[in-house]
Nanobody, 119 residues
């Protein structure tokens, strides 16, 4: 299972970015897709996640500003980030957990995509 993240970049405070994550490979079902971030000198933390049921969870720091969504048919997740702040600067990773065709459970990570919020 492979995840490909895209959409990072440099944005001014108050701006917006949209991250995308595409899953591919031997996938039977995806149970949850999520976004994590890691800032320099800090541990990786959960930003947002969306389950196959549609239920979502957000970190307190981003609730109300970020929105996670998924397209099950395309095996993609999206993270719409609005009202960005300098403290949102980090390397953002997408994650997916589910079951392969084999079947086996998987817990896959994409490569990080850098988000920098600066004037």
């Amino acid at each position: 299972v492979q995840l490909q993240a895209s959409g990072g970049g440099l944005v001014q405070p108050g701006g917006s970015l949209r991250l995308s994550c595409a899953a591919s490979g031997n996938i039977f079902s995806i149970i949850v897709m999520g976004w994590y971030r890691q800032a320099p000198g800090k541990e990786r933390e959960l930003v947002a996640a969306v389950a196959s049921t549609g239920g979502t969870t957000y970190a307190d720091a981003v609730r109300g500003r970020f929105t996670i969504s998924r397209d099950a048919a395309k095996k993609m997740s999206y993270l719409q980030m609005n009202s960005l702040k300098p403290e949102d600067t980090a390397l953002y990773y997408c994650n997916a957990r589910g079951t392969t065709m084999t079947p086996r459970q998987f817990d896959a990570w994409g490569q990080g995509t850098q988000v920098t919020v600066s004037s």
